[in-house]
């Protein structure tokens, strides 16, 4: 069992950064890929981010390609979430999660149910 503890969430005026961070519980952080999904009120959970086992391959929704960017420092076992430029519509739950594979194949990671392992979540509030 991996615990995911999702943290850095917080209030934030449009045009702002804020940096998530996702700690896991296990000593082989680096054969799990990472990703970040978020979910608004009243909408389904979606892809934002994820990035293979090593770093080597990252992808990126749309809607944040260019303002957000995913990294991981396996050392720490931590996965971070920079996010710039934010927009009001960036307001949402944001959770980390983790499926275990050493692909650099990304496709899985986009899907919710593609997932082994999901954090609690942190609240991302931008204002306008």
């Known amino acids: 069992q991996v615990q995911l503890v999702d943290s850095g969430g917080g209030l934030v005026q449009a045009g702002g950064s804020l940096r998530l961070s996702c700690e896991a519980s296990?000593?082989?952080?680096?054969?799990?890929?990472m990703g970040w999904f978020r979910q608004a009120p009243g909408k389904e959970r979606e892809s934002v981010a994820a990035i293979s086992w090593n770093g080597g391959s990252a992808v990126y929704a749309d809607s944040v390609r260019g303002r957000f960017t995913i990294s991981r420092n396996n050392a720490k076992n931590t996965v971070y979430l920079q996010m710039t430029s934010l927009k009001p519509e960036d307001t949402a739950v944001y959770y980390c999660?983790?499926?275990?594979?050493?692909?650099?194949?990304?496709?899985?990671?986009?899907?919710?149910?593609?997932?082994?392992?999901w954090g609690e979540g942190t609240l991302v509030t931008v204002s306008s």
């Open positions: 296990t000593r082989t952080f680096n054969t799990y890929a």
């Open positions: 999660a983790a499926r275990r594979t050493i692909t650099q194949d990304l496709g899985i990671m986009t899907r919710v149910d593609g997932m082994d392992y």
